[in-house]
């Protein structure tokens, strides 16, 4: 079982920066590919970004492409979202999620977290 607890989300201006953590309990966490997924009002959770269990691979969905960076340290079970140039478009709930294969689609993850608010106004 692991559990997941997202923070660092607030209400910014665009072109701001924020960076999110998601810190994970339980001593199997560098066994687990990581994703940030997002979900704005009236709209289908969206992939953002996905980080392998190393930390060698990582994907990224095209809106945000150039501009958010996934990292992970396992010393710390922690993964981070930098997110840079943040714009309006962004704002949304973002999740983390754990699970045991690198995926840009929800399914495959086991395990989700709360959820924090990003906002970010023009």
């Known amino acids: 079982q692991v559990q997941l607890v997202e923070s660092g989300g607030g209400l910014v201006q665009a072109g701001d920066s924020l960076r999110l953590s998601c810190a994970a309990s339980?001593?199997?966490?560098?066994?687990?590919?990581m994703g940030w997924f997002r979900q704005a009002p009236g709209k289908e959770r969206e992939f953002v970004a996905t980080?392998?269990?190393?930390?060698?691979?990582?994907y990224y969905g095209d809106s945000v492409k150039g501009r958010f960076t996934i990292s992970r340290d396992n010393t710390k079970n922690t993964v981070y979202l930098q997110m840079n140039s943040l714009k309006p478009e962004d704002t949304a709930v973002y999740y983390c999620a754990a699970g045991r294969v690198i995926s840009t689609t929800p399914s495959p993850y086991n395990y989700w977290g709360q959820g924090t608010q990003v906002t970010v106004s023009s």
């Open positions: 980080i392998s269990w190393s930390g060698g691979l990582t």
């Open positions: 339980g001593p199997t966490f560098s066994r687990y590919a």
